[in-house]
């Protein structure tokens, strides 16, 4: 293995380390991001919900570093002033001492870590000495670029930051620093170059250059190996950002990304291969009846139901028993994120859907922000007069109960011609006339600005997806992040996905994927794709995951076309389960949850620090955490016929709640709706305990 002039050491095999049982208890270690404390990324995401699993094992041999946002501090940070650590508070002065403001704190999340963050206004006269010390230490130049001189600036503060704190501490105390992304790398280059005794390890979550590719609409993928990373850098004008990031790499102890795909993303663009995969988990939390996941999706649903019924008010002849609620969400971007290919399969699932006379309604709901101007008044209409119905209908209802306990009461029939009279018979028409549109239910809730050039609408145009009362699909597509003060659909989005059935999200580029994650964790099935982070990491440690609600959709072995029909045909399987097939699958998505649970996946995190450590401790003996790799889910066993597979089957069915009574007739009588012409695993199970009984 070739050295790196700026590494003591090749990285050791994991296998090296597992010999000897001695466990880093002085291991301090710094985790360093321009997210820390800043809400602007899903990286924030990660840091914020590992810090409590990380506490829990460090204690406070842990400290986060980030920028200083006034705003963020304000609300999310407990400042204080006496800073036990006398390093750590000798440190903090010393930079107090030459002007920089420095804020020391605890984050008010799970875990509560301890923070410091820089005040870069505070700083900005160093701006120049920084790009002049990087310069002289890496040879890389910075031209006029804002966000790249805070890069550079950050990183002279923490490393000046980190070095001052390990000239204070002993010789025999192993410290870590973590970086993340080339926002924070220049700090990492910074402390190899000048020679700090830190490990280092470097995270890239999603190269720069991958991103900018990716964004012009590039054969990313089938043309990984061959781009001229130095040309295509060039041309859009990030060399300097690319090099910072592919120094960063090659300079840290050990480089992780955050999947597999991406691993192979680095390695072809930067050039070193990943030592360690940290995959980015969630806080699991368990509820105290085993399914009470299945009652909270229940009475979300109702909510979508309320919103479904204003929405299509005059257009309402589905049955809502019937109707499937599937989503797709997160930041606009049309193609990386596989909204091309979710539209372009919903049409084609609408054609299936009409040509097997299928009575199944599939409500599509787009959640991709975009600039609009207002809600749109047709939807606000809608909605203003279902709600006005429904309170006629349930002051009818009082009112009719009313007057049949009083003709009860006197002993008497009540007439039915007496419990409506003809004014409530009015009330009601003037609701329903009302409540008549002349146009069809509109496909976007908000006035989108410059909608002729909007992606989204411009293919809903094209495939003529108008939600018409024959179509069996029918979109929406709400140009806004979701929240509980919405006067439309009044749910945040955690409450909306538990509502759904199943969430799609066919990304071309998506490093890692917390959206299908996060329906994994609320047991609602998903859609996911190869080229995916998670998708990657469910199809190498699940085996056949559809099984347990995750689908995979290929979109790197196969054309586009081939990708339509892959995904039309799972979401159409999805649509002819009946409803016990959807609860059994929901449960098994939900058992899920345990391996995306940080407690689990902070061991990745634990490797890539020891691993560092050993990089310039190569003399110590360690422990590694136990292998995570080896903790896979088996298959549900898929012999047809075969008693392990109906004992698998039966243990389901018996461990599972319902909604409704309903549900709870469909789970003792099964239900016919599950077309042969779409027989799937689940389908599979119905005939299995048929032959049983």
């Avoid at 280092?200 to 990373?229: E, I, K, M, Q």
């Avoid at 450590?613 to 003996?621: E, G, H, K």
């Amino acid at each position: 293995m070739s050295v790196h002039p700026f590494r003591n050491k090749p990285v050791t095999d994991l296998e090296d380390l597992e010999s000897d049982n001695v466990y880093l208890e002085d291991q301090f270690t710094f985790e360093v991001a321009w997210e820390v404390v800043n809400k602007v990324g899903g990286i924030y995401t990660v840091i914020k919900t590992k810090a409590a699993v990380t506490v829990e094992r460090l204690h406070d041999n842990y400290v986060l570093l980030g920028p200083h946002i006034e705003n963020s501090v304000r609300t999310e940070v407990e400042v204080l002033s006496e800073i036990p650590d006398v390093a750590l508070r000798d440190t903090i002065q010393e930079l107090r001492d030459n002007g920089i403001h420095v804020v020391y704190g605890r984050w008010l999340i799970d875990g509560y870590p301890k923070v410091v963050l820089f005040d870069m206004e505070s700083t900005r006269w160093r701006t120049d000495g920084a790009k002049a010390d990087f310069w002289n230490s890496t040879h890389i130049g910075l031209p006029v670029d804002k966000e790249a001189e805070n890069a550079v600036l950050f990183g002279h503060i923490t490393a000046w930051f980190i070095g001052s704190y390990r000239a204070r501490t002993s010789p025999d105390q192993h410290v870590v620093s973590h970086f993340h992304e080339w926002q924070a790398g220049v700090g990492l280059i910074l402390l190899r170059a000048r020679h700090v005794d830190v490990a280092t390890v470097f995270t890239t979550h999603a190269t720069l250059l991958g991103r900018y590719l990716c964004a012009s609409n590039v054969d990313f993928y089938n043309n990984l190996s061959y781009f001229n990373v130095d040309k295509e850098a060039g041309e859009r004008n990030i060399y300097h950002r690319y090099c910072m990031e592919r120094s960063a790499a090659h300079c840290a102890h050990v480089f992780t990304t955050v999947s597999s795909i991406t691993a192979d993303e680095a390695e072809h663009l930067l050039k070193r291969k990943a030592d360690v995969i940290v995959p980015n988990g969630l806080n699991v939390v368990r509820f105290s009846a085993m399914h009470e996941f299945q009652n909270l999706h229940a009475k979300s649903k109702e909510k979508i139901n309320a919103f479904v019924q204003g929405h299509f008010s005059g257009y309402y002849d589905f049955d809502l028993d019937k109707t499937l609620y599937f989503f797709s969400a997160g930041r606009y971007e049309y193609t990386n994120k596989g909204v091309d290919l979710y539209l372009e399969s919903l049409a084609r699932l609408n054609h299936r859907l009409k040509a097997e006379n299928s009575d199944v309604t599939v409500v599509a709901f787009l959640i991709f922000p975009t600039k609009t101007n207002n809600f749109n008044v047709e939807s606000l209409r809608s909605q203003a007069c279902t709600k006005q119905l429904r309170e006629v209908v349930q002051s009818l209802q009082n009112q009719v109960g009313r007057r049949m306990f009083e003709s009860a009461l006197a002993g008497e029939i009540p007439d039915t011609d007496d419990l409506l009279t003809s004014e409530d018979l009015l009330k009601l028409k003037r609701c329903i006339y009302e409540a008549q549109r002349p146009s069809l239910p509109a496909v976007v809730t908000h006035n989108v600005v410059d909608d002729g050039s909007d992606p989204i609408l411009n293919t809903i145009r094209r495939l003529e997806l108008f939600n018409r009362r024959e179509d069996r699909v029918k979109v929406i597509f709400h140009p806004e992040f979701l929240k509980s003060t919405n006067p439309l659909i009044g749910m945040d989005y955690e409450e909306f996905v538990r509502g759904c059935h199943l969430g799609v999200f066919p990304s071309y580029y998506e490093p890692w994927g917390y959206t299908p994650a996060e329906c994994t964790l609320m047991g609602i099935p998903s859609i996911t794709s190869n080229l995916s982070g998670f998708g990657c990491f469910m199809a190498e440690h699940i085996h056949n995951p559809e099984m347990y609600g995750i689908y995979i959709v290929d979109r790197r072995g196969c054309s586009f076309d081939s990708s339509i029909n892959q995904l039309a045909g799972q979401m159409f399987q999805f649509s002819m389960f009946n409803r016990r097939q959807r609860i059994i699958q929901r449960n098994r998505t939900e058992r899920l949850s345990d391996h995306l649970d940080w407690k689990m996946l902070d061991h990745y995190y634990q490797q890539a620090r020891r691993l560092a450590v050993a990089a310039i401790r190569p003399n110590l003996p360690y422990t590694l955490p136990d292998a995570v790799s080896e903790q896979g889910i088996s298959r549900p066993e898929s012999i047809a016929g075969s008693v392990a597979y109906q004992a698998d089957i039966q243990s389901d069915i018996e461990e599972d709640d319902v909604d409704s009574e309903k549900e709870e007739r469909e789970m003792t009588t099964g239900n016919s709706s599950a077309s042969s012409r779409a027989r799937s695993p689940a389908d599979h199970l119905d005939m299995i305990l048929k032959d049983k009984k």
